[in-house]
């Protein structure tokens, strides 16, 4: 069966300072991967998404990047933090798109 | 870009009552997914739906692709149920893989 992971679960992280969640999925190969970002009282927002080794496609401009290093890793980056990316950070898969996405158990992260 | 919308956007209910979650959008789509966020966070997806009516358990959703409508029941709630339901539909490009979620529903069921 397929399973995904985050970490970590929780961060707390001061402004400025270099940011690096992981996630990864486990049971299957060459999912499309997906990074979303939910704010506080906001619905969930698409950061990222992946389809391939090194292929990222960025949804909106921001302080944030993302790589995909192995078929089944997808790594969300900052160099500097802003207040403004505190938020729960969750990372997604699925097979096809359109497909159902199955989801990570999600990181916060606070950014003081 | 496709607007979502849902409603309400909080509902509290007694334990056992049937539950209506709505769910409109702006823009024909192909399918549209409903998820359940559980208070620590977590995602589940529930449904994934083109057209009908499909049941799980006590959850049945409903699509009417012409009048860009969706709805999540929920029968005999529980407090269990108590989560915030989401509704999300391919965005503005058309691609399924960028989805545009709804605001969510709040839903508390008290015993």
């Known amino acids: 069966s397929q399973t995904i992971h985050q970490w970590p679960a929780t961060l707390v992280q001061p402004v400025g300072s270099p940011l690096s969640l992981e996630c990864t999925v486990e049971?299957?190969?060459?999912?499309?991967l997906y990074w979303y970002r939910q704010a506080a009282g906001r619905g969930l927002q698409l950061l990222f998404y992946?389809?391939?080794?090194?292929?990222i496609s960025s949804e909106v401009p921001q302080n944030l990047s993302a790589s995909r290093p192995q078929d089944r890793q997808f790594i969300l980056s900052s160099k500097k933090l802003l207040l403004s990316d505190s938020g729960f950070y969750l990372c997604?898969?699925?097979?096809?798109?359109?497909?159902?996405?199955?989801f990570g158990p999600g990181t916060r992260l606070l950014v003081l | 870009k496709n607007e979502v919308e849902q409603s309400p956007q909080n509902l509290t209910a007694q334990e056992g009552e049937f539950i209506t979650i709505n769910c409109s959008y702006s823009?024909?789509?192909?399918?549209l997914h409903w998820l359940q966020q559980h208070p620590g966070g977590g995602i589940v997806s529930l449904f994934m739906?083109?057209?009908g009516k499909k049941k799980h358990g006590r959850l049945i959703a409903t699509i009417n692709i012409q009048e860009k409508h969706s709805s999540l029941h929920i029968t005999a709630s529980h407090p269990r149920d108590s989560a915030v339901y989401i509704c999300?539909?391919?965005?503005?490009?058309?691609?399924?893989?960028?989805?545009?979620f709804g605001s969510g529903t709040q839903l508390t069921v008290l015993p």
């Open positions: 739906l083109s057209s």
């Open positions: 999300a539909v391919p965005g503005s490009s058309g691609s399924a893989r960028q989805l545009t």
């Open positions: 997604a898969w699925n097979r096809d798109p359109g497909e159902t996405q199955y």
């Open positions: 049971g299957t190969s060459n999912p499309n």
């Open positions: 823009v024909g789509i192909s399918a």
């Open positions: 992946s389809v391939g080794i090194g292929q």
